[in-house]
């Protein structure tokens, strides 16, 4: 039995085996081996290499008929890494020293090679990068052969183990047989694990090097609520954690009760709660959750899907979907936020070397207007369905509001000259997620109808922690004293500027947050469908009094410790079951 601590970003608790996946859902079923077995493994990994060179030889003289010189080119380049001795050399030494499975040591030696390429600043190189996935994927197929088994044609449940997923492949899983997730990497609010907690898987992440300890169909249990995953576990622990699963399903059940109940503190006032969602079949998980509206539609999930550009009348049916759910309540686009870990870096832009401070969200957006005119379009259009607002994402500055603006009005011109109708007053805001926004929020507030608080880009820009990178993931909290003031300052900036403020990043779906949150000011707050209970079951159990309390002393505190202690021993005097 191993039990290893990681970050926990999604509740829940699990027991099923383990499925380890790998490139392009590549399932790797075992990595390690014991010493008699090396030389099979390396025999193994022989073959494959000349299996794979007869294969390309084969495609190249194919084309030599087609005369297609520059696929010919690629191809010749893969026979050139695959013909390389020391390439050989190297995956079958690893296989040699660390005991471990042909197509382990293949998918590890060629992703450090294709990682060190993309560092390198030539583009000739880097663009390498490529060809050395694409090298490692023809390999894998010749190992793996009929082994390769994708996630969807799942026939028991499991628990996914692997080194990393993208949103799209989690978004992806079958929720049938999927139920339980575990990363080596990741973060708390990296966008593989929103998902996860949006579609209600439980998850850890940051587990730096489960994969190297967990072998195919071993038996993991995944702790949600405390960021545990066990491998292997004993008789005793299972049953202990059957004992606590059970526990769960009651107060999840429990907390059922309170779903149509009204979000009221015990001394009457009045929160509004919506959700965050990423896909249109997700607002009736909302609704049925309790929730009052959509506060962040993430769009650009549209995109990730799939390999073209979405239709406008893609656009306009997932809004007017998500509308017809929340008829008389707000539903509120954002506008698409692709780029940093919402795009693979790969597929659409030459990879960037910084791409969370790159071209990403409204500055790509604005780059691309095309794309960025083909949603306004859709949105307008979808705005007479019902009470759509828009919302800009990371805008830095105020200069960037008004090209943005602007580019509305051009498509709202447009739609006048097509007879199109659409709401006029539509309104429109914007996420105030990075410092430069906070910090001069008092000038955009005037052009805007509402702010909405992103606290996940807002503090991994305020902190410079990279929200994803479990490496640095103790250092990243959005009760830091430095991310507070930020937050303070946008409140009370948009209470004097008299517009609507909700705050819609992972923060708002912490149980220990809830009641500062409620205590600094704010009113709405828009978060993941699961969590829309527990966190109205606090709301229902605390009285402003005592969040204005709260909130008094940690805006007196110096240290993210002291107030994170402080706050969750507030929480469990108030709900001690969840925590
Ligand atoms: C945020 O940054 O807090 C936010 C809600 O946006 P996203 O998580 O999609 O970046
Ligand atoms: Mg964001």
Redesign the pocket.
Known sequence: MEIKKGVAVSPGIVIAKALIIDSEDYRIPRRSIKPSQRMTEIQRARNAFTDAIGELTQLETAQDKTDEGKIKDIFAVHLRFLRDRSLRKRITDLVHSESVTAEYAVSTTLREIASHFTRIKDPYISERAADIRDIERRLLRQLLGKRREDVEHLTEEVVVVARELSPTQTAGFNREFVKGLATDAGGR?S?TA?VARSLGIPAVVALEDLTDDISGADTVIIDGNRGIVIVKPDQQTIRQYQEYAREFAELEHKLDAIRQKPAVTRDGTRITLLG?IEFPEEAQMVLDKGGQGIG?Y?TEFLYLNTQTEPAEEVHYHAYAETVRVFKHRPVIV?TV?LGAD?YTQSKRFAPEPNPFLGLRSIRFCLQNLMMFKTQLHAVLRASVLGEIKIMF?LITNIQELMQARMILRDVMEDLDDESIAYNKDIQVGI?V?TPSAALTASTLARDVDFF???????TQYTLAVDRGNELVSTLYSSVDPAVLRLIRTVIQDAHKAEIDLHV???MASEPEHIMLLLGMGVRTISLAPPMIPEIKQIIRSVTMEDCNSVARKILGMNSERQISNYLRDAARKILPAVF
Do not use: V
């Open positions: 609010t966008h929103i965050n962040l993430r954002r936020d919402k994402p996420m997620e909405s608080i992103g606290t996940n880009d807002l819609c990043g992972e």
